[in-house]
């Protein structure tokens, strides 16, 4: 997932997920170094996203949000483990 991904699927700033990428607050990598983008591991940033909505006081925004998330988890771990499956020989 890329960070345009991330914060579409968020709904935070680019410039929040980048900095949080930088500080080390989910799993992710510049594979390319500084000519290619960010690489997010969905199931690290969902994980990330439930810590950081938890840690606010609105509760309705925080079960909007937590049912949000944990689709986006579930997705990604549907993904992650179809993508193990074709990848075994």
Known sequence: MSISEASK???LSP???TRAAKASQFVADKPRG????????QPSFALWLVRRVASTGN????A???NKI???ANEARRGS???ARITQP
């Open 15 to 17: 410039a929040m997920i």
């Open 81 to 83: 483990s179809c993508e």
């Open 64 to 66: 909007e949000a937590l």
């Open 59 to 62: 509760t309705m925004a925080q």
């Open 34 to 41: 500084n000519r290619g983008g960010w690489v997010i591991d």
């Open 9 to 11: 699927q968020s709904g």
């Open 70 to 72: 944990f689709r986006m």
